[in-house]
């Protein structure tokens, strides 16, 4: 499909609805040009069921759009401007991705706009939603590479006796993720930092809730950050964790081949599986898949 066809149907479809959601409709807009044509198409597809029914999508977008350019102290036509960093080298090295790509503007708001339609970041919000009625009132979570703070923030707007520590190695994700709380209004119950999830500053059994999603695989020895997970889990405490599988990327410093090599990582590291997904999803370059686990710590 072309861009002008797209254009015109998508206006014709959207008819008085780009006056409630101007950052929405600038956002497909522009995503097309970005060459996720495959995800508009879908959007145009969805497009007449998504408006007569209902406007979850169109509300999703405006939101998050509307939080990004908060978070990132900018306007919408800076922040169809950003450049996406495209400096890695395939030498996969940890200090090199941190500098060239996660200490960079451009990070936390590319990983917090896949909330808007990138499947495998919606079910992370589906996985945790899944299991929140087991965690008890008051309970304390540790977000452990938090990002953008979409979890973190997603996580302490649903119970108000809730609080959450968090760390991340990025300062661009730290002054993004702040931002964020503070938009949602949770910052009181929120104390993110910088720290590498390999060494955290946090004593021995402190969480009841530790969560790492889409973390571990972007260091080198996925074990050496788990374990440390754990030791800072309650015993009793549970850990929320998504690790992709068969997903190779310049900043995945390690690869799981498997859903059982992740599931014997769970193991060595001394946690009890509760609850394991697998789903797979499609990219350009085929498919691979995400893992998604709630594991006890006995
Ligand atoms: C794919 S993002 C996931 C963000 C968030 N958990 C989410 O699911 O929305 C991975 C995050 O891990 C962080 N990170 C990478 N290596 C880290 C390390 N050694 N210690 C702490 N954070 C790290 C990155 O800065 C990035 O924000």
């Known amino acids: 499909m072309l861009y002008t066809d797209f254009q015109k149907t998508f206006e014709s479809r959207l ?145 108000t006796s809730w609080r959450a520590a968090g760390v991340d190695i990025s300062k661009d994700c730290l002054r993004h993720a702040e931002r964020l709380l503070n938009k949602k209004e949770v910052s009181e119950r929120g104390e993110l930092s910088i720290a590498d999830v390999r060494s955290l500053p946090y004593p021995d059994d402190t969480f009841d809730v530790i969560v790492a999603v889409e973390v571990l695989e972007h260091i080198p020895d996925p074990e050496v950050g788990l374990a440390e997970a754990v030791r800072v889990l309650k015993p009793g405490g549970y850990a929320m964790t998504a690790l992709p599988v068969q997903l190779p990327m310049l900043m995945h410093l390690y690869d799981f081949d498997t859903p059982d090599e992740v599931l014997a990582l769970y193991e060595k590291v001394g946690l009890e599986v509760v609850d394991f997904e697998t789903k797979e999803f499609q990219r350009q370059a085929g498919p691979f898949m995400d893992t998604f686990a709630l594991s006890v710590n006995p």
């Open 15 to 159: 008819g008085t609805r780009a006056d409630l959601y101007p950052y929405a409709v600038e956002y497909h807009r522009v995503r097309f040009e970005q060459t996720i044509h495959h995800l508009l198409h879908s959007i145009l597809k969805q497009m007449d069921a998504l408006i007569q029914k209902s406007d979850v999508s169109w509300t999703n977008t405006e939101e998050i759009v509307s939080d990004v350019l908060y978070c990132g102290e900018m306007d919408v036509e800076q922040l169809f401007a950003l450049k996406i960093p495209d400096e890695l080298t395939a030498d996969r090295d940890f200090e090199e991705v941190k500098t060239k790509l996660y200490e960079t503007k451009y990070y936390p708001i590319g990983e917090h706009l896949n909330y808007i339609s990138f499947p495998p970041a919606l079910e992370r919000k589906a996985f945790i939603r899944k299991h929140f009625s087991r965690f008890k009132e008051e309970s304390n979570f540790c977000d452990l590479g938090f990002g953008p703070g979409v979890l973190t923030a997603f996580i302490l707007e649903q119970d």
